[in-house]
Structure formats: structure tokens, C-alpha cells
């Protein structure tokens, strides 16, 4: 019996801390975060036995980056979180980069039927210091039971390297056409693509580099997925690629090609697309084994402009709402979708509804944590919405003509880099009317989805007291409809 009582005492005292612990300046609430220190890419996303596996770059001696490790998280529904230890530590080889993760269904590797097999680049930073090239490399690792404890496979590397200087960020998926393990791997300015019969040995196949391709700068986080064209009978292949230093409106970003894949060559069918548009979305991939081949991905929300600098001290970094990606064909271009992950609406609640807005339109109300939505019946492409405080700070969103425009200038705390307000963002809207416009904001960042999903744009702020004041505005005749303010939830609460 009383061990009983001490148990339930240390329990509730553990719950204490970390309900204090999530309570921080700026902390999300129903975003991912680490408990404390540093984080950045998404890692080894992959389901099992009803389980989403979040793992992630994490070092948990300093709030900036360091050797890095994989953290590890585990959900059942994409939005509630529970933290695990860390899975992978680095070792002799080196520091533990990115990678990705996939169930052995049968047995190729021989670690066992549905191991959980992590796929990862070692990072040997005595080799980088010594000023040689060659400091990368792949390696694997094996848990059977659910990616609570891990093994690394005795031979590692299975994949040395060969003398580039960026050899990294494996996704691994098993592929039907040629019936073996395909890997694509960041290379530098380009990408490769490699074959395995059983995670082991590995075999280059092909490169992908486009034609007249612009100046992103370095290649990371790289993904092809196979996705089916809404409404049609056609299937595509799409390869996410991220770029470290030179997305459009600075800094890392993330962008992707549409074309076809023989099981072996990838070839763009046009060129590039920028998945979102934001300076703080990057390192997307998606999580692999998901039922029915659901493609859900999950990005860092962060820039390495700025990353280590953001005025946060407990934990750094964020990330993305988990959002599933789908294809659609809108004039002689595919468009990649993206819709927050269904079970988001379960921790909505209703603030305020109107069906009819007249413009402009103002409404008090707490925008810490929120989600807005409205339809524009009459699309003019002539809008403005701020977010506000009683001491002046706004983040701004004006959609203007054949552009979206975000200005951080006033948001709030901007000092900490030049960089992260110097400028206003843009995104171009290709043409396109804007119909519907969701916001998704969470104590520091709003996530912009425009028709649908079919743009997006992702922001950090910090503002120095909560924005309590949402205006929307027009120089225009504009019909606002179905405008929705819904309260958003802690994931962290009530853990």
C-alpha cells in the first residue's frame, strides 16, 4: 500500500513538472515540440501497430544545435504526442543525421519478421574537421520491439562513401516495380537513387539533376512518393526535395517535381514547385507502412537563418501540423495539396461563427491558440488580414493580385537576426483565385492553407504579449462567407 501512495505521489509530481514545463513563453501547444533543448528535421517517420513513429534530429545536451541523436515520439492519432527515450545515439562512426525508417516485412535484412529498421547517415565530424570531403555514410539499425530499443547493425556502413562532400538523408521505401528496397539519397547539387535486396548492400542506379535547374543551394531530406491525380485514373510520382540556404524568400525551404519513375530513373514531367512558400517550413518527408498509402508528411518549422537564435531557452524548435499530401491537376500542371491531418478538428472548439462578414471586420478574442477559416465568394484577390495587441505589434497577410504577402516587421521580438524581418515574403499565387482561407496559429507560428491546400505558408512570430485582435480588410467589394474561430486545445496539458 504504500508503495502504492509513493508511486502515485512521484506520479503526480512528474505530471507537475512537465504540465510547468510546456507552460513556457512561446511554447506551442498542440504542435510537436521536444521537452527541452534542441531539435530540427523530422526523422524515421514510419506506423506500425496503430502507432505513427515520430523520430527527429535531436541533441539533448544544448538548446543549439550539436552531435546529433535521434529523439523519439509516438502517437495514435497524429496530434497527441508521447515522448520516448532517445533511440539512437552516435557511436564511433559518428553523429546520427537523417534518414528514415521502414518495417521488414519479410525478413530481408534477417533481423526478424516486422523489425523496425532505421536507415541513417553518419556524420564523422573528426574526418570534417581534418578537412576532408568524405566525412558521410550510411548506416542501419534494428528494433523489434516497436523502436523502443535499438540495435545498429554490426557492418556498418552498408553505403561508404565516395568522396562527396554532402552524402546524406537516406528514404528508403520498398518498391513493388523491381521488387527490391529503393533508397534516395541528397547528394551535394543533386540526387541519387540506389536498389537493395535487403537493406545491406546497395547499388546505384541512377542520378537526378534537371535541366537548367536554379540555384537552391545544397540538397537535403530528399522523398518520392507515388500519388494518384484526383479525379482520374492516372498516377504520378512526386519527389520532395529540400534546399538548406537559397528557397525564395531566404534561407532553407522545400520544393518538389512531378513526373514518372520506372522503378529505377525518376524524370520530371515539369519543373520545380515550392511545397511551401514560408521561411519556416523545411525537411518535410512522409511517413511510411501508413494504411490505405496515405501520404502524410510532417516539416521542421524553422530556418537555419535564424533556428539557434529564436528568443526560446527550455526547448528550440517546432514542428508542422502533420498534413496529408494528395495531386491534383490544374491546367497543364500537377499541384500537390496539402490538408491538415484529419483528427486536428478534434481538439477545435467554437469561439465565434458568422455566415455573412462585412468588410472590414474586426473581433476581440484570444489568437494564441486558434484556428480561422472563411470563404470569398466573389474572389477579387484584394485582401488583408492582421493579427494585433494592445501594444502594436501585427503580423500581417495581404493578398494582393497575383501574390500573397507576409510581413513580420512589427510581429513582435525580431532582433535576435537581421534576417527574420528584414523583409516581407511573398508567394506567388500562380494565377489562381483565392476561395477559401485557412489559418492555424499556435502561440508563435501560423500555418496559411489557401484553396484547399493547394498553396501553403508557414511563419514564426513572437509577439511579447499575445495578439488579441483579428482584423480582416478590403479596398474592395469582397464577399466573406462562413467565417469560423474555433479554439484550439493543449495536446500537453493534461498529460
Same mark, same amino acid.
Given at each position: 500500500?504504500?508503495?502504492?501512495?509513493?508511486?502515485?505521489?512521484?506520479?503526480?509530481?512528474?505530471?507537475?513538472?512537465?504540465?510547468?514545463?510546456?507552460?513556457?513563453?512561446?511554447?506551442?501547444?498542440?504542435?510537436?515540440?521536444?521537452?527541452?533543448?534542441?531539435?530540427?528535421?523530422?526523422? #524515421?517517420?514510419?506506423?506500425?501497430?496503430?502507432?505513427?513513429?515520430?523520430? +527527429?534530429? +535531436?541533441?539533448?545536451?544544448?538548446?543549439?544545435?550539436?552531435?546529433?541523436?535521434?529523439?523519439?515520439?509516438?502517437?495514435?492519432?497524429?496530434?497527441?504526442?508521447?515522448?520516448?527515450?532517445?533511440?539512437?545515439?552516435?557511436?564511433?562512426?559518428?553523429?546520427?543525421?537523417?534518414?528514415?525508417?521502414?518495417?521488414? @516485412?519479410?525478413?530481408?535484412?534477417?533481423?526478424?519478421?516486422?523489425?523496425?529498421?532505421?536507415?541513417?547517415? +553518419?556524420?564523422?565530424?573528426?574526418?570534417?574537421?581534418?578537412?576532408?570531403?568524405?566525412?558521410?555514410?550510411?548506416?542501419?539499425?534494428?528494433?523489434?520491439?516497436?523502436?523502443?530499443?535499438? !540495435?545498429?547493425?554490426?557492418?556498418?556502413?552498408?553505403?561508404?562513401?565516395?568522396?562527396?562532400?554532402?552524402?546524406?538523408?537516406?528514404?528508403?521505401?520498398?518498391?513493388?516495380?523491381?521488387?527490391?528496397?529503393?533508397?534516395?539519397?541528397?547528394?551535394?547539387?543533386?540526387?541519387?537513387? *540506389?536498389?537493395?535486396?535487403?537493406?545491406?548492400?546497395?547499388?546505384?542506379?541512377?542520378?537526378? @539533376?534537371?535541366?537548367?535547374?536554379?540555384?537552391?543551394?545544397?540538397?537535403?531530406?530528399?522523398?518520392?512518393?507515388?500519388?494518384?491525380?484526383?479525379?482520374?485514373?492516372?498516377?504520378?510520382?512526386?519527389?520532395?526535395?529540400?534546399?538548406?540556404?537559397?528557397?525564395?524568400?531566404?534561407?532553407?525551404? !522545400?520544393? *518538389?517535381?512531378? #513526373?514518372?519513375?520506372?522503378?529505377?530513373?525518376?524524370?520530371?514531367?515539369?519543373?520545380?514547385?515550392?511545397?511551401?512558400?514560408?521561411?519556416?517550413? *523545411?525537411?518535410?518527408?512522409?511517413? #511510411?507502412?501508413?494504411?490505405?498509402?496515405?501520404?502524410?508528411?510532417?516539416?521542421?518549422?524553422?530556418?537555419?537563418?535564424?533556428?539557434?537564435?529564436?528568443? !526560446?531557452?527550455?526547448?528550440?524548435?517546432?514542428?508542422?501540423?502533420?498534413?496529408?499530401?494528395?495531386?491534383?491537376?490544374?491546367?497543364?500542371?500537377?499541384?500537390?495539396?496539402?490538408?491538415?491531418?484529419?483528427?486536428?478538428?478534434?481538439?477545435?472548439?467554437?469561439?465565434?461563427?458568422?455566415?455573412?462578414?462585412?468588410?472590414?471586420?474586426?473581433?476581440?478574442?484570444?489568437?494564441?491558440?486558434?484556428?480561422?477559416?472563411?470563404?470569398?465568394?466573389?474572389?477579387?484577390?484584394?485582401?488583408?488580414?492582421?493579427?494585433?495587441?494592445?501594444?502594436?505589434?501585427?503580423?500581417?497577410?495581404?493578398?494582393?493580385?497575383?501574390?500573397?504577402? !507576409?510581413?513580420?516587421?512589427?510581429?513582435?521580438?525580431?532582433?535576435?537576426?537581421?534576417?527574420?524581418?528584414?523583409?516581407?515574403?511573398?508567394?506567388?499565387?500562380?494565377?489562381?483565385?483565392?476561395?477559401?482561407?485557412?489559418?492555424?496559429?499556435?502561440?508563435?507560428?501560423?500555418?496559411?492553407?489557401?484553396?484547399?491546400?493547394?498553396?501553403?505558408?508557414?511563419?514564426?512570430?513572437?509577439?511579447?504579449?499575445?495578439?488579441?485582435?483579428?482584423?480582416?480588410?478590403?479596398?474592395? @467589394?469582397?464577399?466573406?462567407?462562413?467565417?469560423?474561430?474555433?479554439?484550439?486545445?493543449?495536446?500537453?496539458?493534461?498529460?
Amino acid at each position: 500500500m504504500k508503495l502504492k501512495i509513493i508511486c502515485l505521489i512521484l506520479f503526480l509530481f512528474i505530471g507537475k513538472i512537465f504540465s510547468q514545463l510546456y507552460q513556457e513563453k512561446f511554447r506551442p501547444q498542440f504542435h510537436f515540440t521536444p521537452p527541452k533543448m534542441w531539435m530540427n528535421d523530422p526523422n #524515421g517517420l514510419v506506423f506500425l501497430n496503430g502507432k505513427y513513429h515520430l523520430f +527527429y534530429q +535531436y541533441f539533448p545536451d544544448a538548446n543549439i544545435w550539436g552531435p546529433m541523436h535521434w529523439g523519439h515520439a509516438e502517437s495514435t492519432d497524429l496530434i497527441h504526442w508521447k515522448h520516448l527515450p532517445i533511440a539512437l545515439y552516435p557511436d564511433k562512426l559518428g553523429w546520427i543525421f537523417s534518414g528514415s525508417a521502414v518495417i521488414d @516485412k519479410e525478413n530481408t535484412a534477417g533481423f526478424g519478421k516486422n523489425a523496425m529498421v532505421a536507415i541513417f547517415t +553518419y556524420h564523422n565530424d573528426e574526418i570534417w574537421k581534418a578537412g576532408n570531403k568524405n566525412t558521410e555514410s550510411q548506416g542501419i539499425a534494428y528494433s523489434l520491439d516497436e523502436g523502443k530499443t535499438w !540495435t545498429k547493425f554490426e557492418g556498418n556502413p552498408v553505403l561508404n562513401n565516395s568522396g562527396e562532400q554532402d552524402f546524406r538523408d537516406p528514404k528508403v521505401f520498398w518498391n513493388d516495380l523491381i521488387h527490391e528496397w529503393t533508397m534516395v539519397l541528397a547528394v551535394h547539387d543533386h540526387l541519387q537513387i *540506389y536498389s537493395s535486396p535487403n537493406l545491406k548492400n546497395w547499388k546505384l542506379e541512377s542520378s537526378f @539533376k534537371p535541366e537548367n535547374d536554379i540555384d537552391v543551394g545544397t540538397w537535403e531530406c530528399p522523398d518520392l512518393i507515388k500519388l494518384k491525380v484526383e479525379n482520374s485514373k492516372e498516377e504520378k510520382w512526386v519527389l520532395i526535395q529540400n534546399h538548406d540556404r537559397k528557397a525564395p524568400n531566404g534561407g532553407s525551404g !522545400t520544393r *518538389y517535381f512531378v #513526373g514518372d519513375f520506372d522503378g529505377k530513373v525518376f524524370k520530371n514531367s515539369q519543373p520545380s514547385i515550392w511545397m511551401d512558400s514560408g521561411m519556416d517550413f *523545411y525537411a518535410g518527408v512522409t511517413f #511510411g507502412n501508413v494504411p490505405n498509402e496515405k501520404k502524410l508528411m510532417i516539416s521542421w518549422m524553422s530556418n537555419w537563418f535564424y533556428a539557434q537564435k529564436v528568443p !526560446t531557452e527550455v526547448w528550440r524548435s517546432a514542428m508542422t501540423l502533420p498534413r496529408e499530401l494528395s495531386l491534383k491537376k490544374v491546367g497543364n500542371q500537377y499541384i500537390l495539396k496539402q490538408k491538415i491531418a484529419e483528427n486536428f478538428n478534434k481538439i477545435l472548439t467554437p469561439l465565434f461563427s458568422a455566415k455573412n462578414v462585412n468588410l472590414p471586420f474586426e473581433k476581440k478574442v484570444d489568437l494564441s491558440q486558434v484556428e480561422i477559416r472563411f470563404d470569398v465568394k466573389n474572389p477579387q484577390n484584394n485582401f488583408k488580414i492582421e493579427f494585433s495587441n494592445a501594444k502594436n505589434e501585427v503580423f500581417e497577410i495581404e493578398i494582393k493580385g497575383n501574390q500573397l504577402t !507576409t510581413n513580420r516587421s512589427k510581429s513582435g521580438l525580431i532582433d535576435f537576426d537581421k534576417t527574420f524581418a528584414e523583409k516581407p515574403q511573398t508567394l506567388d499565387l500562380r494565377n489562381q483565385k483565392i476561395i477559401n482561407v485557412q489559418l492555424i496559429l499556435d502561440q508563435s507560428s501560423v500555418e496559411i492553407l489557401l484553396n484547399n491546400g493547394e498553396f501553403s505558408f508557414t511563419n514564426l512570430y513572437f509577439p511579447t504579449e499575445n495578439y488579441s485582435i483579428f482584423k480582416l480588410n478590403s479596398n474592395q @467589394k469582397i464577399n466573406i462567407k462562413n467565417l469560423k474561430i474555433n479554439k484550439t486545445n493543449s495536446i500537453w496539458k493534461n498529460k
